[in-house]
Nanobody
Framework: QVQLVESGGGVVQAGGSLRLSCTASGGTFSRYTIAWFRQAPGKEREFVAAIRYSRHTYYADSVKDRFTISRDNGKNTAYLQMNSLQPDDTALYYC???????????????????WGQGTQVTVSS
């Protein structure tokens, strides 16, 4: 129901920062749960962070205190501010959205119907 486009990826040295954006079109953005997932070469896609329509936020332990997810419903955009980046953060980052995500499923790929194409983040040592 909603189309998602990620942007903001790039190459950064360890310790640096990037801000990813996920811009939505179609649907009613304000009622969607928005999540970020990432997939590194040879690894499974993993949960990074999510923000619900209530603006409650959830993070993987690996990024807690370094990454911040936020949303601007007026701009139909969600953000992932990534600080203190490490080489292990290198991955293709995907934005995902769904209106029916229950709390117990918020970290699972299968909970989300709509996905962006991904934006590459590369962190060099």
């Amino acid at each position: 129901q909603v189309q998602l486009v990620e942007s903001g990826g790039g190459v950064v040295q360890a310790g640096g920062s990037l801000r990813l954006s996920c811009t939505a079109s179609g649907g009613t953005f304000s009622r969607y749960t928005i999540a970020w997932f990432r997939q590194a070469p040879g690894k499974e896609r993993e949960f990074v962070a999510a923000i619900r329509y209530s603006r409650h936020t959830y993070y993987a332990d690996s990024v807690k205190d370094r990454f911040t997810i936020s949303r601007d419903n007026g701009k139909n955009t969600a953000y992932l501010q990534m600080n203190s980046l490490q080489p292990d953060d290198t991955a293709l980052y995907y934005c995902a959205a769904d209106t029916g995500v229950i709390l117990s499923s918020i970290r699972y790929q299968s909970a989300y119907d709509d996905w962006g194409q991904g934006t590459q983040v590369t962190v060099s040592s």
